[in-house]
């Protein structure tokens, strides 16, 4: 249940109509749903309840603070990749909540801010990695949590930009020698093996690949325990899909029965990284129609979010739904998952009267810059709002200032209150980090 729906024509987050949103904060706009990260975050407890799984959230998906921090209080733990992200997940986390630390380059710098925060594991992708963090973990007089990150060497699953389970890709360790690498690892004085990790890619439609990669683990974790390692935990990641353009993704329960059997079977504890299905279709992008034009055959709806704000549509020819955030007099109310404009899926909401494929595209100065190709749309005026879906994740998280553009606002909407989680950016903060300097001639000049 996301709770975005259009009631009387006007489409709303929760009880709060999306133009009032608009009105008080502009455009483009990141609106999120708290009870529907909640819902999402509840679902997937309760699809997993007879694991207990110990939930972290992978702030990459979406660090904002307000968001961390109330996913939090309802119990995740944070998946972060990088000492950003554990910054992020020190300050909005309660105290103590679980933190996984995964990352094929961490620094010395970050490691030593992962040990003294104290986390629960950090998920190893290399050998070099793990003997560097026995290193720091001895000359601070501690040992390190580890899990290896196996790279199970599944069949391609997704895009080939976020498939991390795949042989040769740059993620964890190759499957074939990570029971060597274990064995060399035992008895090391900085280092506590304790688990398994396995993030596959993202986003993740089919629940085989993960029934395959935690059969794998079950038979890494025989052998590890064999050497006599005390392994506790199995990670196994994220990547669950989420509906994009209809109802494309299986639900939390049909994932949970591919990775439960391993639980059984080792006893682990299991620990889940999700991102993009908590807070993916929890937040929407809203934008206002600039102009409209008409070249080489094509109809373009010019409007003011671009790919600074959601790269993932030219990134990775991601469809997000998109539609008026006022419905044209005519077209009905309909729940916004019916709305699947991908002109390849035949849909029968699709072509009705006045509608015009349109391409919908932002104002930065790439051919690149486009929300959507093609897409069968009513006729808007300038003005006009849009709302684009399914952008709570790796939205405003891989958002950018290219073309200096300041970054969006974010809020927050609960029920029929709202709360500005991040203020739209100024002009002087795009340059907060520069100088604007002359050096003298130098002598190559
Ligand atoms: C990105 C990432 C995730 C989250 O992926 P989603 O598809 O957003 O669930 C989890 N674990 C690791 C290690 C990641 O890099």
Request: net charge neutral; hydrophobic share 40%; charged share 20%.
């Amino acid at each position: 249940m996301d709770h975005f729906h259009y009631l009387n024509g006007q489409l709303y987050c929760e009880n709060v109509p999306i133009q009032e949103l608009a009105k008080q904060y502009g455009t483009p706009l990141f609106v999120y749903s708290q009870a529907t990260l909640l819902h999402h975050l509840r679902s997937l407890k309760k699809a997993f309840e007879e694991a207990k799984p110990i939930i972290c959230y992978s702030i990459k998906a979406n660090g904002n603070l307000s968001i961390c921090r109330l996913l939090g209080e309802h119990g995740a733990g944070f998946d972060v990749t990088s000492g950003g992200e554990l910054y992020r997940a020190l300050k909005a986390g309660p105290k103590g909540a679980p933190i996984v630390f995964a990352g094929v380059g961490k620094t010395a710098a970050e490691i030593r801010m992962a040990l003294d925060a104290g986390v629960l594991l950090f998920d190893v992708e290399s050998e070099e990695e793990l003997w560097t963090i026995g290193r720091i973990a001895q000359e601070l007089g501690r040992r390190a949590p580890v899990a290896l990150r196996v790279n199970p060497d599944l069949p391609p699953k997704t895009h080939v930009k976020t498939d991390t389970s795949v042989k040769g890709v740059k993620f964890g360790l190759d499957i074939e020698t990570v029971v060597e690498v274990a064995r060399a690892a035992l008895g090391h004085p900085g280092l506590e093996l304790m688990g398994i990790h396995m993030h596959l890619g993202s986003p993740i439609l089919k629940t085989e690949p993960y029934r395959q990669g935690a059969e794998k683990a079950i038979r890494l974790i025989e052998q590890f325990r064999q050497q006599g390692h005390n392994i506790r935990y199995l990670n196994m990641g994220g990547g669950f899909g989420i509906h994009y353009r209809r109802d494309e993704a299986p639900p939390a329960d049909a994932y949970a029965q591919a990775i439960l059997p391993a639980i059984r079977a080792t006893g682990c504890q299991l620990i889940l990284e999700p991102g993009r299905f908590l807070v993916g279709n929890a937040g929407i992008l809203v934008s206002t129609v600039l102009y409209r034009k008409s070249t080489g055959g094509k109809h373009y709806l010019i409007q003011d979010a671009a790919m600074n704000d959601l790269i993932r549509p030219t990134l990775y020819g991601s469809i997000h739904r998109l539609w008026p955030v006022r419905l044209p007099p005519g077209v009905p109310d309909r729940p916004p998952l019916d709305m699947n404009i991908n002109p390849d899926q035949g849909n029968p909401f699709l072509d009705f009267e006045g509608s015009l494929r349109q391409d919908v595209v932002g104002p930065v100065c790439e051919s690149g810059d486009f929300l959507a190709k093609d897409r069968p749309l009513p006729r808007m005026e300038p003005g006009d709002l849009l709302a684009i879906f399914s952008a709570g994740a790796y939205g405003m998280s891989m958002a950018s200032n290219y073309n200096s553009r300041p970054r969006a606002a974010e809020v927050l909407v609960t029920d029929a209150t709202h709360r500005l989680i991040r203020r739209r950016e100024t002009y002087d903060d795009l340059i907060a980090c520069e100088e604007c300097c002359l050096l003298p001639a130098g002598r190559s000049q």
